[in-house]
């Protein structure tokens, strides 16, 4: 067989990594499990031409471990990797040769690398100079990052390094993207793409461009929708709030609404949530919840009414705040149904964080709070358990004087 005969070794660093040898898996795939097999071919297909030296190798092969003869137990894991390439079918060559301290993935098998081409394409979108070819080799750069560099391998700092790296290089090409489809006012493919940075990167903010382009679209709706849903993940998730540029773009939403003309009593339907059958407090989100909350500064200033606001954490049986887990995510769907069982219609709820939930109690008095506090407790607590709710109380006052 001529080495312009044989078939590439392909391998995938982004995302779930993998490396395969005529449609067969070798290493990797969606439940692969972590050996030094793996470990070698990672560091040493990623490397290519540049090589691994043998200090380098020996690092990622047995993480400091103190060997008595490590170089021998080196020589021992790639002998047994060159019996496993073997096995595979692979052509009978030194797939790892040695020169001067360095490793290298031998010439005689080529290698189809994701990154490899990830990197490619970013080059070539970055040389055009016409519009619709550089926005052409920029999306399909794109579409090319499937996920995070050996995502788990984040603990390895080779692997972060290059994490790093390429997660940079996909955000910038993002965001070059999106201009240039502004440009070119593509608002469907600037939506898709939005979608797609959301699925691979979360938490970076990317729904901006999708409701960016939904409104663009005239889509204002589903442009708000994914707000309140976006919102909503990222206080699940992270107990994150809104960013001001996520903020901001709710407001141009508002701004940029226009309904059809209605009848008043249909527009009352609408805004109104009897036709919902909610029941018990107003679970809403946060930016929501931030405007009821001014508005009820406003009410104050001329009303005079008793509105208090409470924070309801979830505590460990030491007292401490929880941060983490699936015993937290559970709980915290708990709380929130036992306070809104525990308030009354009037009052607003909204989930602030992980473990955490802020209630407006309206026209109330302190005294109150504390039965509120009481009733939520009788149906949280279950059987033995040792978790709690830890309050804190403040009364609200119109900042207005």
């Known amino acids: 067989m001529n080495q312009t005969d044989i078939p590439a070794l392909k391998v995938r660093m982004l995302g779930r ?45 047995f993480e400091g471990r103190e060997i008595s003869n490590i170089r021998h137990a080196t020589q021992s894991v790639i002998y047994n990797a060159k019996k496993r390439l073997r096995q595979a079918g692979l052509p009978d060559v030194n797939y790892i040769e040695q020169r001067s301290g360095v490793f290298y993935w ?21 040389a055009a100079d016409v519009l619709e070819e550089k926005l052409r080799l920029c999306l399909e750069a794109c579409y090319r990052y499937t996920g995070e560099f050996l995502s788990n391998q984040a ?10 790296r390429y997660r940079a290089m996909f955000c910038g090409l993002v965001e070059e993207t999106v ?48 707000y ?35 009848v008043l009593d249909e527009i009352q339907d609408h805004l109104s949530g009897r036709a919902q059958g909610i029941k018990g407090g107003y679970l809403c989100s946060y930016p929501v919840f931030q405007g009821i909350y001014r508005m009820v500064e406003r009410m104050i200033e001329r009303g005079g009414q008793s509105i208090y606001l409470m ?7 030491k007292g401490n705040p929880m941060r983490e887990g699936a015993m937290l995510d559970e709980l915290s769907e708990r709380l929130g149904e036992a306070i809104q069982e525990s308030v009354r219609h009037s009052d607003a ?33 279950i059987r033995r358990q040792r978790s709690g709710v830890q309050y804190y109380v403040n009364s609200v006052i119109s900042p207005y004087g």
């Open 179 to 226: 201009g240039l489809l502004r440009i070119l006012q593509d608002f469907g493919a600037m939506e898709s793409l939005g979608r797609y940075a959301s699925k691979i990167e979360p938490l970076c903010n990317w729904e901006l461009i999708t409701m960016e382009a939904l409104a663009a679209m005239g889509r204002y709706e589903d442009a708000i929708k994914l």
């Open 106 to 126: 031998t010439d005689q098998i080529p290698v189809e690398e994701d990154t490899a081409a990830f990197e490619e394409l970013c080059a070539q979108a970055e």
């Open 311 to 317: 924070l309801c954490t979830i505590v460990d049986g």
């Open 17 to 61: 990594f993998s490396v395969s040898w005529n449609d067969e898996m070798i290493a990797g795939g969606s439940n692969y499990s972590e050996s030094q097999f793996v470990y070698l071919m990672q560091i040493l297909l990623h490397a290519g031409r540049k090589g691994v030296s043998r200090t380098a190798l020996e690092e990622v092969l």
């Open 349 to 381: 709820i909204t989930r602030y964080g992980k473990g955490q939930y802020l209630v407006l109690l309206i026209n109330t008095t302190l005294e109150n709070c504390t039965v509120v506090q009481k009733r939520i407790n009788y149906k949280f607590m």
């Open 228 to 262: 309140e849903e976006t919102v909503s993940y990222y206080m699940r998730e992270q107990g994150l709030r809104p960013s001001r540029k996520m903020m901001d773009m709710l407001s141009e939403l508002g701004d940029q609404m226009q309904h059809t003309h209605e």
């Open 155 to 164: 603990g390895v700092l080779w692997v972060a390094q290059e994490a790093k």
